[in-house]
């Protein structure tokens, strides 16, 4: 079922009503694995998937992306094709994994099954071993969300970015508890699109959320 109104969306300033497009980066070389701060590239699967994503997307006024690969190759082609200002942000980028950097859930599952189960359990209190805490990550993501909030007030917003940045803002917008953020589905080149209507509620997100 989707998720569709929270009372208190984000701290904002504004009354204007804002869209948000969040865009998960296509499929990257090198297959699904914790690839966090690993600057990988797209596969022409993937950077087919980011375009199939916005060939029907409507009407963006600005762009806003992670600085990684697997998303600045991509937006930065699509924002000069459509003349669009694009901004860098590096607060949008994935969560950083530590030692489990660019290693696939069946190698951890082989060498420390225990480890992967209590951070799929409790990410808040088993981050990865020498990994950002999901803390840290909420924190800045969050705060560069409030940033484009505010500066941005009555226009619609792209922002390309990762699974996990996506995740924290659903979460966030639509008040669902950091420790169930795996049940939202955010597979690669899916958009999520979050209203935030002149009274300040978020009224609408496109995408599912896995039932428990």
């Known amino acids: 079922m989707l998720i569709g109104r929270s009372r208190h969306p984000a701290s904002r300033d504004t009354s204007a009503s804002l869209y948000v497009g969040l865009l998960r980066h296509g499929e990257a070389e090198g297959g699904n694995r914790f690839r966090g701060h690993t600057d990988d590239a797209l596969t ?15 009407h963006w006024d600005r762009v806003i992306s992670s600085p990684l690969t697997r998303c600045a190759e991509f937006v ?24 489990w950097e660019g290693r696939s859930a069946a190698e951890l599952m082989a060498e420390d099954p225990e480890a992967l189960a209590r951070f799929w359990r409790d990410p808040d209190a088993y ?3 020498g990994g950002e805490s999901l803390a ?10 409030n940033d484009i909030l505010s500066a941005y007030a009555d ?25 169930r953020w795996h049940e939202f589905e955010v597979p690669h080149g899916r958009m999520h699109g979050v209203h935030i209507g002149d009274d300040g509620l978020a009224k609408s997100v496109r995408g599912k959320k896995q039932r428990k």
């Open 44 to 58: 022409p699967a993937g950077l087919a998937q980011m375009y199939a994503a916005l060939s029907d997307s409507g």
């Open 76 to 99: 930065s082609d699509f924002a000069r094709q459509s003349s669009l200002p694009l901004t860098f942000d590096t607060r949008l980028k994935e969560m950083h994994f530590g030692q």
């Open 127 to 129: 981050p990865p071993p």
């Open 136 to 145: 840290h990550f909420r924190a800045r993501v969050l705060d560069a969300w």
């Open 155 to 179: 226009q619609h917003v792209l922002i390309v970015t990762h699974g996990g940045v996506i995740r924290v803002l659903l979460c966030h917008v639509f008040e669902v508890p950091m420790s």
